[in-house]
């Protein structure tokens, strides 16, 4: 393969991929940037995306095969005979900007190509049972960390508005623990549940995805991001906002505060919150990579990190590019729900 | 504030006190957490191979007058071994917010300058550029970096600040086109100033406590990355440690020696706490109107 070539036959080897990716690079980069002002936002998201995608794929498939190792690199070396013969079963023994183009064009048309190390599965479905973990625990964390940090936010605007000590203590309180929760890395939060719950009271399972009961630690770790953000968000927002005209008057009419607070305040804290829904879930893929590890869930996460670590190419871009996909789509739709939400916003 | 404004004398020594004297409690509980860290960071530079001696008699033993902290698994003092992951800790966080505030600060202010100009193809390329920065999955690719530049701590550094610089370039990117806006820099320019000039005298010292901000908000970010990726085994390589990959080898055998997650996850923590809540005492001095 190319670590047996000699070094000219990797210099125009990668000469040629250049060549083609500067290519392709000039016929698609161009279009977005030039594109008439009067194309629909999600048509420019569209090809942002793809874009987005295409580059991930070229600099993920490149990093890795400059990386040194190779897939099939064990402690103890195979026969150079096998080594040959596996390397062809998987086209690595082409040159790399044919590897290059025929696994785009795969990609092309949706086949992520075979696992290298799961010799009998095909990447496609490993990603798809992966997702299908990863997402279900991450829609359930960021959903419940939401409504609990919305939840916290206003008990502490309603205990601030009221003005008395125990309500100055209680936002106090709940600062700190928005802090601490953001501050908390989530592997170090994730072990003290494990001690506590799993080691010294045996309440809860420690690890493995087999019941229900498996879920509540891993969930409850992964929910601490998006409770930190959006309790801190929202309860700075409703700080903000309790001094803004139409919030005294209410407070004038003598209303109920707490009514004010959930009804006519909420609806406006709330807009903040939807500028890091695609943030909060790039944090909650930080999250995962470790949460899985402890709570051993065969995730993407996990998946990723032994795929990195054996030099599963294939795996490694497939996980990477799902993950990319979900990036795009929610930063596609928090723009859009930002016209929604904000007319003002519809006409650019 | 009253109207009357200080009255007081304005040299530069009364400002700065009455500049510290704004900043809240929390930030001195915050630089008093860091003093200590940064204390513990000194001593593991001067305690040599401290860190890395093993000592076969006392394996796995709990704190005591001898090893203040106890001892790991191999029999190394716990004491000397987060002091020297505070020594990485902290370059990390400090070099990655040092590199991603220069590179986004370069970039937005090139990025303002270009906007509304005929150069505004660029500027609108160089946002989108950001956008696309935006989508990229970062944890991973940060992984793959790191790896590919060889897993050393520079390359580590270079794979954080690789991902950290956007959020500053588009905060300086803000920041600069308001500036533009000014009556000082329509004079500037009109007496024929160079833009070289005009950046470096009148943009930079105006920029200089948003990057200040900048810098506490990605340092944090850097040490909880590192942490997170010496945890899962892909940070900092073997013969380093840092604290995450501490917590990863005391993990192995947290039933019969808990404290040796305790320990440095309890260290890391209070630093995340110390850094972002100083951040924040900074966010609201520098910046009382938000």
Known sequence: ?348 | MSMTAPTTNSSPSAIAQQGLARLPASFWWAAAVLAVVLTMALAGLLMGDAAARIDPDAVTQPPSPLHWLGTDEMGRDLFARLSVGAIISLFIGLSTALVAMGIGTAYGTLAALCHNSRLENVDMAMMRFIDIMYSLPGLMVVILFSIFLGRSLLSIVLALAFFSWPDTARLIRGQVLALKQEAFVEAFTSLGGHPFRLVWRHFIPNLLSLMILSTTITVPRAILTESTLSFVGLGVAPPLSSWGTMINDGWQMIRMAPHLVLIPSIMLFLTMVALNLMGEALDHTLNPQA
Request: charged share 10%.
């Open chain 1, 1 to 348: 393969m190319r670590r047996d070539a000699g070094p000219w036959v990797f210099v125009t080897q990668c000469l040629h991929t250049t060549q083609a990716f500067l290519l392709l690079g000039l016929v698609l980069a161009p279009s977005p940037v030039y594109l008439p002002p009067m194309t629909s936002l999600i048509t420019r998201h569209l090809l942002n995306g793809l874009i987005t995608l295409f580059l991930i794929v070229s600099l993920t498939f490149f990093l890795l095969r400059i990386m040194p190792g190779g897939p099939f690199d064990q402690e103890r070396q195979l026969p150079p005979a096998i080594m040959a013969n596996m390397n062809a079963r998987f086209g690595l023994d082409k040159p790399l900007h044919e590897q290059y183009f025929s696994y785009l064009a795969h990609v092309v048309r949706g086949d992520l190509g075979p696992s290298y190390k799961y010799m009998t599965r095909s990447v496609n479905d490993i990603v798809a049972q992966g997702a299908l973990v990863s997402f279900e625990l991450g829609a359930a964390a960021v959903l419940m960390g939401t409504l609990a940090g919305i939840a916290m936010a206003l008990l502490a605007a309603w205990a601030t508005g009221a003005g008395t000590r125990g309500g100055l203590l209680l936002d106090g309180l709940f600062s700190l623990l928005g802090v601490s929760a953001l501050s908390m890395p989530s592997f170090i939060f994730g072990a003290f549940m494990v001690l506590l719950f799993a080691t010294w009271l045996n309440w809860l399972p420690a690890a493995r995805l087999e019941t229900p009961a498996h879920a509540i630690l891993p969930v409850l770790t992964l929910s601490m991001v998006p409770f930190a953000y959006s309790f801190l968000l929202v309860r700075n927002a409703l700080n903000t906002i309790s001094h803004a005209t139409f919030i005294q008057i209410k407070h004038a009419y003598g209303l109920n505060p707490w009514r004010v607070l959930a009804k006519h305040a909420l609806k406006n804290a709330l807009i903040p919150l939807l500028s890091i829904m695609a943030p909060l879930t790039a944090a909650l893929v930080t999250g995962s990579f470790a949460v899985e590890l402890i709570f051993a869930v065969p995730g993407l996460g996990k998946h990723f990190i032994y795929a990195v670590s054996n030099r599963d190419y294939t795996l490694v871009i497939g996980i990477t590019l799902v993950y990319s996909v979900v990036l795009i789509l929610l930063n596609m739709a928090t723009e859009l729900l930002y016209g929604v939400v904000n007319p003002k916003l519809r006409s650019t």
